[in-house]
């Protein structure tokens, strides 16, 4: 028996006012994120405050509205844009990267902590435990949204997706969900339980993001502007992901590679 997907994006509609859920899972993702944040500041020896913490969510969510939008329509569609700028602002059908995104906050983060007189891996240190389960939810936006879907399967859960054609489809929306949401969430929260190194944290989040979406991304369908770009199966996604899996792996070395480094500064627990 097949399953089809049948969600209406919309999940209040006010006269012309329409309020998306893929919207209201980035709201979900900013007050996940701050609530955590706040749990990491009360620790003793944190380093941090809760006001700092919203300051850094705030920080953040620019970064990932902005990155995240600028980021789709530089790698994944720019001749779209180009012909029509105004769809540049109509963020509620979609059309955000993460890649994008995590520029746009990287970005934020150096400016708060140059503001708050925090060093930067200090800061990412901090930040990472706290965006996986926005990523995850956001994900369940972008299935909600019935978009992102993947290839062609017969595995029971497969669905069939508006847009996708008749035959079902892997959901690949909730693997990603899961995997760069719950599993990374688990990973990163866990081990950053402990003291850690300065970039330890960070190293960890890029490495296993990079990993899980580079997976991911083989049984999810390209962005159909784009294709696949080399050997009938590298996605852009994949060229993302590849420098993301580098640099993590980097980071945990320089992390790591004087074992009498300090056993972590504020901020990194």
Avoid: C
Wanted: charged share 15%; net charge positive; hydrophobic share 50%.
């Amino acid at each position: 028996m097949q399953s089809y997907h049948f969600i209406d994006p919309v999940a209040l509609r006010l006269g012309p006012l329409e309020i998306h859920w893929y919207g209201i899972t980035y709201l979900i993702g900013f007050a996940v994120a701050w609530w955590l944040g706040r749990l990491r500041a009360r620790r003793p020896g944190s380093g941090w405050t809760e006001q700092q913490v919203g300051d850094l969510i705030f920080y953040g969510a620019l970064g990932v509205v902005l990155g995240g939008r600028i980021g789709y329509v530089l790698f994944y569609d720019l001749p779209v844009y180009l012909e029509n700028p105004l769809r540049v602002f109509q963020i509620w059908q979609g059309g955000m990267s993460f890649h994008g995104g995590l520029i746009g906050v990287l970005i934020g983060m150096g400016l708060f902590a140059r503001r708050h007189g925090k060093g930067f891996f200090e800061v990412t240190d901090f930040l990472a435990p706290l965006a996986p389960i926005g990523i995850g939810v956001v994900r369940v936006g972008n299935f909600i949204n019935g978009e992102l879907w993947g290839k062609v399967s017969d595995l029971p859960w497969a669905i069939v997706f508006p847009g996708g054609g008749p035959l079902p489809r892997h959901p690949s929306q909730l693997y990603e969900s899961f995997l760069e949401g719950a599993v990374l969430f688990a990973i990163v929260w866990i081990f950053s339980r402990r003291p850690r190194p300065v970039r330890a944290v960070s190293g960890v989040f890029l490495l296993f993001y990079g990993v899980f979406r580079f997976l991911v991304e083989f049984v999810r369908v390209p962005d159909p502007q784009l294709g696949y770009l080399a050997f009938g199966w590298v996605t852009m996604g994949q060229v993302l992901s590849a420098p993301m899996i580098i640099a993590g792996a980097v980071l945990l070395w320089l992390a790591y590679r004087n074992s009498a480094a300090p056993a972590g500064a504020a901020g990194t627990r």
